[in-house]
């Protein structure tokens, strides 16, 4: 099993430009997260999803969209990137019923 | 206020010294409890479940006083491998993570 994967692990990008982050698990997993990581803040759920074809808002949901329409993938778009946009991206699943999330290795993102 | 409140540290113990990490929380209708690992560059893995009586996993030792909003992981004998960021991380309908607090053992 691979787990959960992101694609890309980095990319730069122009201020006003867009993109998608992708993220696939092989667990079945009903549950996926999208966070991102920022020097002394912690880990912010940006949105999440408990089930192919819903997705829900987390804490810091402005400026991204997410889609699920396939239970394995959880897509993360910026329609138009800002500077404070530069993070590292986390996506993250679990099993329904269980606690543990399941990390991908991550997105660098730079937004210049 | 922050959900989640860590020291950032850094700790920098020696080899086989025990070292504790705190964490407070804000809400009292906070579910469950966690402390994750984050090495350098890394993701985050669970490292443990935190429970109202306690629990220890080998040289690991986690407690949750609910009562204060208060988690605390106990690490005995020390090893270099343990350098890392320890991340506490509580659920209330969704998970909250502290900023980590980090951790160098020196040999």
């Known amino acids: 099993n691979a787990g959960v994967t992101q694609t890309p692990k980095f990319r730069v990008l122009k201020t006003g430009q867009s993109m998608t982050l992708l993220c696939a698990q092989d667990?079945?997993?009903?549950?996926m997260y999208w966070y991102r990581q920022d020097p002394g803040m912690g880990l912010r759920l940006i949105h999440y999803?408990?089930?192919?074809?819903?997705?829900a808002k987390g804490e810091v949901p402005d400026g991204y969209n997410v889609s699920r329409l396939k239970k394995q993938n959880f897509l993360l778009g910026l329609e138009s990137a800002a500077p404070s946009q530069t993070s590292v991206y986390f996506c993250?699943?679990?099993?329904?019923?269980?606690?543990?999330?399941?990390f991908g290795p991550g997105t660098r993102l730079t937004v210049l | 206020r922050k959900e989640v409140e860590q020291d950032p540290g850094p700790f920098n113990v020696p080899e086989g010294a025990t070292v504790a990490f705190n964490c407070t929380y804000s809400?009292?209708?906070?579910?469950?409890f966690f402390w994750y690992r984050q090495d350098c560059r890394k993701e985050p893995k669970l490292l443990m479940s935190?429970?109202?009586s306690g629990n220890e996993d080998g040289r690991f030792t986690a407690q949750l006083n609910r009562a204060s909003q208060y988690i605390s992981l106990l690490i005995r004998d020390s090893k270099l491998s343990d350098s890392a960021t320890y991340l506490c991380?509580?659920?209330?309908?969704?998970?909250?993570f502290g900023t980590g607090t980090s951790l160098t053992v020196i040999p």
């Open positions: 935190v429970y109202s």
């Open positions: 667990m079945n997993h009903e549950y």
């Open positions: 991380v509580v659920n209330r309908n969704q998970f909250y």
């Open positions: 809400n009292s209708a906070s579910q469950s």
């Open positions: 999803s408990v089930g192919e074809g819903t997705t």
């Open positions: 993250a699943s679990r099993r329904t019923g269980e606690d543990e999330q399941f």
